[in-house]
């Protein structure tokens, strides 16, 4: 699902989610959770995070939506893991 940040904050929904953006680099992987995922992919394209700020253009390669917030941080947790890292890696070379 590799999409530019511009692209996914049109397409995003105000509910709960985890995500992953790829920075421009090629190699760094950010991942994270939030309560809205519109609101959060504006403050990462405004350089309002300081974790991605140097490392725009980013690109959204995973977003999945939850009806809880804690839902969404226990996939952020999982993602951090090295299975969650492996099944990043597998989603991008598909892409």
């Not at 996914?8 to 421009?24: E, F």
């Amino acid at each position: 699902m590799s999409s530019s940040l511009e692209d996914a904050i049109a397409q995003a929904l105000d509910r709960p989610a985890a995500y992953v953006l790829l920075g421009s680099d090629g190699e760094y992987l950010y991942k994270g959770a939030c309560r809205n995922l519109r609101e959060r992919l504006k403050d990462h394209q405004a350089g309002r995070a300081s974790r991605t700020k140097n490392r725009r253009p980013l690109q959204v390669v995973s977003a999945e939506y939850f009806d809880d917030y804690r839902d969404a941080l226990q996939r952020e947790t999982w993602l951090k893991s090295g299975v969650g890292r492996d099944w990043i890696r597998q989603r991008l070379k598909a892409s």
